[in-house]
């Protein structure tokens, strides 16, 4: 069950500093009501609803993973802590295309009370035809042409969900690194850019801004393949009473990857859970370890030893099984669309041994 809190819902885009530029959101909403317009019947249904796009990491071949761990103490100074989350899901297929929705969350903790702000969700259908102009009207809207001016700018088809989705989500950390002071901004991920869905200079900018206002990013990965001597680095947990970090060396990438924060081990309390955590690498060391202490004085989640801020944002905005069915009711009744059920050919072919359909 999850446990309940003091959280409070905010006036429409409401962050932490109410002054903010909302052009992209307005965009999101203006793109996906007019790609749905678009859609000619029948859809179909995806049996397997709750899909997940990841893309692979790579693997340094001189990462290292220093022994003696750095002993953290919590800081119960009082601290802002914002953090962000996405998510998306593919709703169904048309002859030319497919169904998707996006939403995005924001949770800080202000004065002991959490708050959030919602986008979304945003339902776009997206086809060959109108994939590009879909996703560069999202991207200029906000960021400098700079960023999609290269042969990256429009992603195939399937991987469409996940690229639009990163845009929310960079927009999202944009806008905590303006409006929050002093204070602590988490991500879900890494700070590895140069990748597909975030150009470097785009997360340069956002750390930048962030240190601007005196804020330190901290990154949290639920999941890694990085591994030293052939094991993941959150297995090699040494006998020692946490909370602490394990540091890292060597991580970097072949071109155009590039790392830019300083890469740990977190074992943050005693439940046996270990996150790979990126700190931004131009904050000094000492100001990198101040700031893990003040969450672990403000935020920390007792049980499982990860942030509640960013547990919440991904709370917020991952789409549960009533919801998928209401959007999909939305746009049977709002847009005229029928959606039928697409049958596994994996099931109908082999039966109990057809392990269901994957799509890549």
């Not at 049977?332 to 959606?339: A, D, F, N, S």
Request: proline letters at 7%.
């Amino acid at each position: 069950m999850i446990e309940q809190y003091t959280i409070t819902t905010t006036p429409k885009y409401n962050f932490p500093q109410p002054t903010i530029d909302t052009t992209l959101p307005q965009r999101f909403l203006e793109q996906s009501l007019h790609s749905l317009k678009q859609v000619q019947p029948p859809p179909f249904q995806l049996n397997q609803q709750f899909q997940q796009f990841h893309i692979s990491e790579q693997h340094p071949s001189n990462l290292r993973l220093k022994r003696t761990p750095i002993a953290l103490k919590p800081n119960h100074q009082e601290t802002i802590i914002a953090a962000v989350d996405t998510s998306t899901i593919k709703i169904g297929e048309t002859s030319t295309g497919i169904i998707i929705a996006i939403r995005g969350a924001t949770t800080w903790k202000q004065n002991r009370n959490y708050r959030y702000t919602r986008l979304g969700p945003f339902i776009f259908h997206i086809t060959e035809d109108n994939k590009n102009e879909v996703y560069n009207t999202l991207e200029k809207s906000y960021f400098t042409t700079l960023y999609s001016s290269n042969r990256h700018s429009t992603p195939p088809l399937m991987q469409m969900p996940t690229r639009l989705a990163s845009l929310l989500e960079r927009w999202l950390q944009t806008m905590l690194a303006k409006t929050v002071d002093n204070g602590l901004i988490l991500f879900d991920g890494s700070l590895t850019s140069g990748t597909f869905d975030t150009p470097v200079q785009r997360m340069k900018d956002i750390l930048s801004l962030a240190r601007k206002n005196k804020n330190t990013v901290l990154a949290f990965s639920k999941m890694t393949s990085l591994r030293v001597n052939g094991y993941l680095i959150t297995d090699q947990l040494p006998n020692h009473e946490p909370p602490y970090l394990l540091e890292t060396t060597g991580v970097q990438f072949k071109p155009p990857t590039v790392v830019l924060g300083g890469v740990y081990v977190a074992r943050l309390n005693k439940a046996n859970y270990a996150f790979r955590l990126d700190i931004d690498r131009e904050i000094p060391l000492q100001h990198r370890m101040t700031a893990v202490e003040k969450l672990l004085g403000n935020d920390l989640h007792h049980t499982h030893g990860y942030p509640e801020t960013l547990r919440l944002s991904h709370i917020l905005c991952t789409f549960t099984a009533n919801e998928v069915l209401a959007i999909k009711h939305f746009i049977t009744r709002k847009h005229g669309i029928q959606i039928i059920n697409r049958p596994d050919m994996h099931k109908l072919l082999f039966g109990p041994f057809g392990k269901g359909e994957i799509h890549s």
